[in-house]
Structures are given as C-alpha cells and as structure tokens.
C-alpha cells in the first residue's frame, strides 16, 4: 500500500525590495489545513509576509506528513520518521538549533517553525532595508512499503544573495527496527549494481559511453562516476537524485537518472 502526498515547487524567484516595517499578515495568509488517513497526519501551513509596497510579498509554504502517536500501535519506524521530520523542519527554519525547545509533531510546531524563519528574516531587514524578501517552500511526505518506508523531505528557500537554493532528500526506514536503510540493504551485488547504475546515468543525462565526465563539468572524484544514497521507487523504476552542487555546478541543476525494476530484478533484495 503507497500513501502519497507531492509539492511540486516551482523553482522561479521574482526579486523584490523590503523596508524594516514589513509585517506578518495573518488573514490573507491561508488558514491551516490538516486531515488524517489512518495515523497518518497530512498537513499544510502558510505564513504570509508583506513590505510596505503590495509588490513585496511572500508566501512561505511547508506541506508535511507525519505519524499520529496517539493513533494506532506503537512502532519504531514511526518514532525514527518523526525525528526526521524534526531535524529537517528545525534545520531548515532555525539553522541553530536550541536544543533547549522541546519538539512536537502537530501543526503549531511547522507553523511555529515559519514564524521563526521569518523572525530570522526580520532580523536582515532591520540591518539592510533594501534586502530581498526571504522565501521558504517546504515538503515532507511518506510512502509506505511492505518492508520499509520511503521518507521524502525537500525545502527551496531564499535568504539573499544571487539566488536561492533547493534541497531534496530521501531515507528509506526499516518497518520492523526503525534503521535507515542504505543502497547496500537494498542491493544483493553492489559492482554489478554500479554497472548498471553508470549506463542509465549516462544514457538519461546524454553522455556517451567513453565521454570524460571530469571534462564535461562533473565533479566525481578521479572521474568516476559514483552512485549517492539518495533514491526513491517510483512508476517501476528506481530514482537517483542528485542535489545542486552535489556532482556539478548549480547551473546544472538537479540531476536524476532512473533504473527500470526489470534491470534490477535480480539485484535487490528488498523491493517496493
């Protein structure tokens, strides 16, 4: 059973001039939305913020899941899950955290955690009136699997500069210990996996079989091509995500490529 909850965020910054007297407006911002499915939360909260000009005006947005303890049995893959969910929520609204402040899953604590990431904002304003707005677009969201699930966590934010910056992550979680899982837990051969892996990465991204990735701009170490631990299953297929930065430079972009369940039949262990 797949429970499935995507923000599709469009990546596009319109740039825009703020004054130290920019407000948080409460009532044009959407009201939170919340809904359970089994002891599954599924939630939305928006902050939205304002300058003096009705030009200058973001909408911070986090879209979440997360797991009810005060529904259904208890389970440490819900506990495992949960955590995440707050050291990504916290990392990425507060960037230090006070570990002082005790954390709850509800959704107070994701519309806390934008107020405290405009409160950080409002503190940029002060210094330099003629900063940029900041700007949060966040998602978390779970799928489950028989035998572990999928834990997909991403956020676009800008806090000044040329531009801003996205991040999207996935952990796969055991069912029964509540471990993360690795490419090696899913993966019976791991070199005849990389072999496999390195023909779909070329063939999905336009690279030829003998093409230097070094001299086409990618930044595996010596040239070699190497496969991250950031994957998801989807339509058949396994997904790679490469993050900006992370194998080339940010006018790269995000880079993907995907393997067809048919070429992995033999090689994973564990399945979707």
Known sequence: MRIFFILTISLAFASCKS??????????????????????????????????????????????????????????????INQHIIDFTRTTTEFEIDESRKAVLNNSFFESQLNLFESLAAEEYAVDESANLWDYQGNIAITEYPDFIALEMGNWTYTGGAHGNGYTGYTMID??????????????????????????????????????????????????????????????????????????????????????????????????
Request: glycine share 4%; with cysteine; charged share 25%.
């Open 19 to 80: 004054t130290k007297t920019a407000e948080i407006s409460q009532d044009s911002a959407e009201q939170p939305v919340k809904e359970h499915v089994k002891d599954l939360v599924m939630g939305k909260v928006e902050i939205q913020h304002f300058s003096n000009y009705s030009a200058d005006t973001t909408i911070h947005t986090l879209l979440y899941m997360y797991y009810d303890e005060a529904i259904g049995p208890k389970a440490a893959y819900k506990d495992s």
């Open 175 to 272: 069912r029964q210990t509540g471990r993360t899982l690795s490419l090696s837990d899913f993966v019976s051969d791991m070199n005849a996996f990389a072999l496999v892996a390195e023909r779909e990465f070329r063939k999905d991204n336009g690279i030829g079989e003998k093409d230097n990735l070094l001299d086409l701009g990618f930044w595996f170490e010596n040239g070699k091509f190497q496969c991250n631990e950031n994957f998801y299953f989807e339509n058949d297929e396994m997904v790679f995500f490469y993050n900006n930065y992370e194998i080339a430079p940010y006018s790269a972009g995000q880079i993907t490529f995907s393997i067809s369940m048919v070429d992995l039949k033999d090689l994973l262990k564990i399945k979707p």
